[in-house]
């Protein structure tokens, strides 16, 4: 079993939808929980950071995460075309805080 | 002013060869680290060093030689190429007791 499984996708919304994105993590010692989204070609970018269970808001994005069901989801509303790139969830754990990514998830925000 | 930032962006080199890739962060953390993504865009940890301290070295070929000569710099070089080395690296760096990582653009490397 991967220690961190993501929904693969891909994933084809219309624009205004409202997308989720989900995760699911094994080790329940970790502690630090990520969404990083990347663009063809370029390197990931950092969405969104979290170390609690509970949501965090910032503008479209909603990051979620429910430590008990070892789950991590994240929410973007009023999806843009500008959105469409993978989706990368990560936890950050050990010294190093080292990352541990899933899979990834393609999306693409139709006008 | 490029946080993260790699040279070269595209490497195609022959079997057998030796090449290094480099990487610079202007942004004052402690701790970098070399990714690779393969093919499935999979991204999974080779290296990271603390304060020039290699404290994490996943199963990776020792073909694989991190060096860092201070703490804005951590270079990869890799002997000896096989076909299977071709990936994007990307370098990424941290305030380990923030744990938020910025990546580099990334270095996609041919090997042919």
């Known amino acids: 079993q991967k220690e961190v499984e993501q929904d693969p996708g891909p994933l084809s919304v219309p624009e205004g939808a409202i997308v989720s994105l989900n995760c699911t993590y094994s080790n329940s010692a970790f502690q630090y929980f990520m969404w990083y989204r990347q663009y063809s070609r370029k390197g990931p970018e950092l969405l969104m950071y979290t170390y609690s269970s509970g949501n965090k808001e910032d503008g479209r994005f909603t990051a979620q995460v429910d430590k008990s069901s070892k789950y991590i989801s994240l929410f973007i509303r009023d999806s843009q075309p500008s959105d469409s790139a993978t989706y990368l969830c990560?936890?950050?754990?050990?010294?190093?805080?080292?990352?541990?990514f899933g899979s990834g998830t393609q999306l693409t925000v139709l006008p | 002013d490029t946080a993260v930032s790699q040279t070269p962006k595209y490497l195609v080199t022959q079997m057998g060869n030796d090449k290094s890739i480099k990487c610079e962060q202007n942004?004052?953390?402690?701790?970098m680290y070399w990714y690779k993504q393969d093919s499935k865009k999979f991204l999974k940890i080779m290296f990271s060093y603390n304060n020039k301290e290699l404290i994490i070295n996943e199963t990776v070929p020792n073909r694989f030689s991190p060096k860092s000569p201070d703490k804005a710099h951590l270079n990869l070089h890799i002997n000896s190429l096989e076909l299977g080395d071709s990936a994007v690296y990307f370098c990424?760096?941290?305030?380990?007791?923030?744990?938020?990582?910025?990546f580099g653009q990334g270095t996609r490397l041919t090997v042919v």
């Open positions: 990560a936890i950050s754990s050990g010294s190093a805080r080292q990352l541990t």
């Open positions: 990424a760096s941290s305030q380990v007791k923030d744990g938020e990582a910025f």
């Open positions: 942004l004052g953390h402690d701790t």
